[in-house]
Each structure stands twice: as C-alpha cells, then as structure tokens.
C-alpha cells in the first residue's frame, strides 16, 4: 500500500498553497535542496579535516621548532628524542582525531540525505564538539592555518545544523520517518 501524506506543507500531494502537484504517492521522493546542500557542507568539512593531516605532516619541522621554543623558554630540558616523541604523538593525534572527524563528517552527511531524525540531534552534539574544536585552534600555539581552519569547520557546522533545520528539511525529515504501510 503506498504512503499518504495526512498533513499539508512542502512536500504535501497538492504543494504548499500553489495548487499543483509537486509529489505523487508512488514516486520516489527526493530530498529538497536545503538537505541536499547541508550533506554538500558536511563532505566539504570531511574533505578539510583530511586536509589537516596533509598540513601537519607539511609542518613538522615548525612543530618541532615550537617544541624546542617552547621547552627552553620553560627552562626544560630537553634531548633531541624527547622532542621527537612529542612530535611523533602530536602528529598521531592529529591523524586520528582528522580521520575520526573525517568519519563523522560523512556519517552524518549520509544521514542527512537519509532524513533520519537522529541525525540531526547528532549533529546538534557534534556541533559542540566543533566549538571545542575551534576554541583549541584559536590557541596560541597554533598556527594560523589551525586557527583559520577550525574557524571554517565552525562555520561549516553552523551552516549544515542551520539548513538541516529549515522547514523543507524538517518535513523532509518528518517524512521520511513515518512508518510506511
């Protein structure tokens, strides 16, 4: 048995107040644009958060500089394998925190285009993770291709929550989460 619509909007047989048709029971429904650009934002962050590792790797020898300034204007002393092994697991760190978020980003992209409720809660959670995120790049010691890139995810993931909350999204949403007969 197909599906009907028992409430009017967007995505409604009729359309929003226009009078013709916009979806048929029986055809398939595609996501409206909003949803549609929310996933475009979230692979877009995936693709920068891989980038990152790229960047650290380009940088390593300025990371071990930082290093080395920074343990002698602390008075520590240091040996040249001390500062390699912090080296060594700050860029591990960074690999796998960047894959990780990698990961996420296109979880959630793929759930977005799903219209899966949870999705968007998720993404609500996460987004306090990227402000985490950009509170730790605008440290001082990180660099300013840090500082800018935790700037853009912030402003990517604000984007994507603010489109996946617009009023086609939610009925897309809404949907897409009715249970079929």
Avoid: H
Avoid at 54 to 78: H, I, K, P, Y
Avoid at 92 to 101: E, I, K, Y
Avoid at 104 to 130: D, E, N, P, Q, Y
Avoid at 156 to 164: E, I, K, R, T, Y
């Amino acid at each position: 048995m197909a599906r009907t619509i028992s409430w009017r909007g967007l995505l409604s047989p009729d359309g929003p107040d226009t009078g013709r048709p916009v979806w048929r029971p029986g055809t398939p429904l595609r996501p409206p644009r909003t949803t549609i650009d929310s996933a475009r934002l979230m692979r877009f962050a995936a693709a920068l958060n891989l980038l990152e590792i790229v960047r650290a790797f380009l940088t390593r020898d300025d990371l071990r500089a930082a290093v080395v300034a920074e343990a002698t204007s602390g008075r520590l002393l240091t040996t040249d394998a001390g500062v390699d092994r912090v080296v060594q697991v700050s860029l591990t760190v960074t690999t796998v925190v960047a894959v990780v978020s990698a990961v996420v980003w296109l979880l959630m992209s793929r759930a977005t285009m799903r219209g899966s409720k949870w999705g968007r809660v998720i993404a609500c959670v996460l987004f306090a993770f990227a402000i985490g995120g950009f509170l730790a790049g605008a440290l001082p010691t990180a660099g300013p291709f840090a500082r800018v890139l935790a700037l853009a995810l912030l402003l990517l993931g604000a984007w994507a929550l603010v489109l996946q909350w617009r009023p086609d999204s939610s009925a897309y949403i809404r949907y897409q989460g009715t249970p079929q007969e």
